[in-house]
């Protein structure tokens, strides 16, 4: 069973800094793209960053130049780091991956998502 991880959600005061983990597990051949998306109150989930099994990332224009992402050495992991947060960042923070369990089995997957609040 393949599981996204997430952590480092919480409360911060606007300008601060945030940096949010997910570690997938399980039984992983490989793993394509990882990305971060959030879903505000009301609103319609929405892509943060992603990154490519190559290090190609791509951001949402509202949090370019605040906001970066990378993975770990294994490849397993994504990390996005939260710089100049605004009160507009709240949100919960889901990870998902393109993650292959085999030869011709691939699918996304999701994590249960972490809460971000940024509020003075």
């Known amino acids: 069973q393949v599981q996204l991880v997430e952590s480092g959600g919480g409360l911060v005061q606007p300008g601060e800094s945030l940096r949010l983990s997910c570690a997938a597990s399980?039984?992983?051949?490989?793993?394509?793209?990882m990305g971060w998306y959030r879903q505000a109150p009301g609103k319609q989930r929405e892509l943060v960053a992603t990154i490519t099994s190559g290090g190609t990332t791509n951001f949402a224009d509202s949090v370019k130049g605040r906001f970066t992402i990378s993975r770990g050495n294994a490849k397993n992991t994504v990390y996005l780091q939260m710089n100049s947060l605004k009160p507009e960042d709240t949100a919960v923070y889901l990870c998902?991956?393109?993650?292959?369990?085999?030869?011709?089995?691939?699918?996304?997957?999701w994590g249960q998502g972490t809460q971000v609040t940024v509020s003075s």
């Open positions: 998902n991956a393109g993650i292959w369990t085999g030869v011709l089995n691939r699918r996304e997957y």
């Open positions: 399980g039984i992983i051949f490989s793993i394509d793209a």
